[in-house]
């Protein structure tokens, strides 16, 4: 039974996720520790104590056939739309789940942590703080059954914003509404692409929340774009053995423990957001 959910609508949770990464083709099903890695993002983004439903949202192309099959057979909701307009995938998605508040997360973050989902969404709500410290490590209560206090927050935004969170914990939550809003009006090719950039490029229009982290651990990077990630994420759960419930906080002391493993893909440059590679995730 949850005793930490908003009464203000349901919360779905969707997971963007493609076989053609030009970096790293496939790599949303490529191996973690004997789970392709997006089942490893499913997981963790399941244990959110507010978080209703998790759905992983793909394409209509036939590339992505082997992420319908894999969700269908292992019961994971899963949303075909557009290949390009990833904006008009996640709000179609969106509306088919009923969804009233959205949370996007990437199926390259493989270290997502659901307590840090519920923090930036109690942020979201009003209900939490928006700077986070390292002794910040209990579920969030929320206090009111109001709407949320902000139409988006994330605890990341890219230049010419900062970040203070590791690259690969990446959580963006909006309404619903405010997708819709984007939804119509954005017509630029980086705002249909990367879903969010619409919003929180009219900060004066729209309530935008950023959650910080102190200290600033933002140069950190644990996504999966390349080889080179995916062998540093693979030594970061080997280092966990049996476990896949471990937070970021235990991954940073990992880190702290083992500078070395930080050397493994020093080397990737984070692509910005405005690149239209086709398609961010």
């Not at 209900?127 to 209560?141: A, D, H, V």
């Not at 990446?170 to 249909?192: K, M």
Request: glycine share 4%.
């Amino acid at each position: 039974m949850r005793t930490h959910k908003p009464k203000s609508g349901k919360v779905v949770a969707l997971i963007q996720a493609r076989m053609s990464a030009s970096r790293l083709p496939g790599k949303v099903l490529l191996n973690i520790d004997g789970k392709p890695m997006l089942a490893r993002v499913v997981d963790r983004s399941r244990r959110s104590e507010i978080i209703d439903k998790v759905v992983v949202a793909t394409s209509q192309d036939e590339a992505d056939d082997p992420i319908d099959v894999y969700c269908s057979q292992q019961g994971i909701d899963c949303y075909r739309g557009s290949l390009h307009d990833v904006l008009d995938r996640c709000y179609q998605a969106a509306k088919n789940f009923s969804a009233n508040v959205v949370v996007r997360i990437t199926a390259d973050c493989p270290i997502i942590d659901p307590l840090l989902i519920d923090q930036t969404l109690a942020a979201f709500y009003g209900s939490g703080p928006s700077l986070i410290t390292e002794k910040t490590s209990t579920q969030p209560q929320f206090t009111t059954a109001a709407e949320p206090a902000w139409d988006f927050a994330a605890n990341r935004l890219p230049p010419p914003w900062k970040r203070t969170f590791p690259i690969g914990l990446d959580t963006e939550i909006c309404t619903f509404n405010a997708l819709e809003t984007a939804w119509h009006e954005a017509d630029q090719p980086h705002p249909r692409e990367h879903v969010m950039p619409f919003l929180y490029e009219n900060d004066q229009r729209f309530r935008i929340l950023l959650v910080n982290h102190e200290p600033d651990w933002g140069s950190l990077r644990w996504t999966v774009d390349t080889q080179q990630d995916l062998e540093l994420i693979r030594e970061v759960y080997n280092r966990f053995g049996d476990r896949d419930d471990f937070s970021w906080l235990e991954v940073l002391e990992l880190f702290q423990r083992e500078p070395a493993l930080s050397a493994i893909n020093a080397e990737v440059i984070h692509k910005h957001y405005r690149d239209i590679e086709k398609v961010d995730e």
